[in-house]
Nanobody, 118 residues
Framework: VQLQASGGGLVQAGDSLRLSCAAS????????MAWFRQAPGKEREFVGR????????AYAGSVKGRSTISRDNAQNTMYLQINSLKPEDTAVYYC????????????WGQGTQVTVSS
């Protein structure tokens, strides 16, 4: 499985942004796709995830209520929409995926930079 994240950029506080993660290869092996982010000098943190089968989602508290993760199974693409962006959302955003029987995310995209100016 290969993952390609895109859609990052420089935005202003209060703006919205939609990130994309395109999956290729043996996409039928993917049970869960997720977004993580890593800010400068900080550890990588979980942002949210979506299950491929049921489409159920879960979010970190830091983005809950202003973020939506969705997927287009026909295009093998996952999206992350973040509204009301804050400077503290500045980070490199990574998409990841895992199999159903594995709690670890074993496939990772290359990351896309999101910078939110105040």
């Amino acid at each position: 499985v290969q993952l390609q994240a895109s859609g990052g950029g420089l935005v202003q506080a209060g703006d919205s942004l939609r990130l994309s993660c395109a999956a290729s290869g043996r996409t039928s092996d993917i049970a869960v796709m997720a977004w993580f982010r890593q800010a400068p000098g900080k550890e990588r943190e979980f942002v949210g995830r979506i299950r491929s089968s049921a489409g159920s989602t879960a979010y970190a508290g830091s983005v809950k209520g202003r973020s939506t993760i969705s997927r287009d199974n026909a295009q093998n693409t996952m999206y992350l929409q973040i509204n009301s962006l804050k400077p503290e959302d500045t980070a490199v955003y990574y998409c990841a995926a895992r199999q159903d029987f594995n709690v670890d995310y074993i496939w990772w995209g290359q990351g896309t930079q999101v910078t939110v100016s105040s």
